[in-house]
C-alpha cells in the first residue's frame, strides 16, 4: 500500500488506476477516508460528470478528475493539514 506524506498547506494527488473497467467514462468512481477506529467514510464519487459530494463542506478540501485514455481516476486534496490523515482508497462496483 503506498504511502506518503506532504507538507502543510500544499495539495497532494492520490491516483486510482482503474484497470478492467470496461466504458470507464460513464463508470462510477467512489472516494473513501479511513482513520483508525472509526468506519471508512465516502468522500466524493465521479461519474461521467463532475464529482458529486457526500458532504458540501468537502467541496473545497477535495476534487476528482478522470483520465479517460488511460483508465486513472484521480484526487486532489487541497491546503493539507494534520486533519487530513488518513488511508484514502477508491472503489469500483
Request: aromatic share 14%.
Amino acid at each position: 500500500q503506498p504511502s506518503f506524506t506532504k507538507g502543510e498547506s500544499t495539495t497532494a494527488w492520490i491516483k486510482c488506476s482503474a484497470e478492467g473497467i470496461s466504458n470507464f467514462q460513464s463508470a462510477v468512481i467512489h472516494w473513501y477516508r479511513h482513520i483508525p477506529r472509526n468506519a471508512p467514510e465516502r468522500i466524493l464519487y465521479i461519474g461521467s460528470g463532475q464529482a458529486a459530494y457526500d458532504d458540501n463542506s468537502y467541496r473545497s478540501k477535495y476534487s476528482s478528475l478522470k483520465i479517460v485514455n488511460n483508465n486513472i481516476c484521480r484526487l486532489s486534496i487541497n491546503n493539507i493539514n494534520s486533519n487530513d490523515e488518513g488511508t484514502y482508497y477508491c472503489a469500483y462496483w
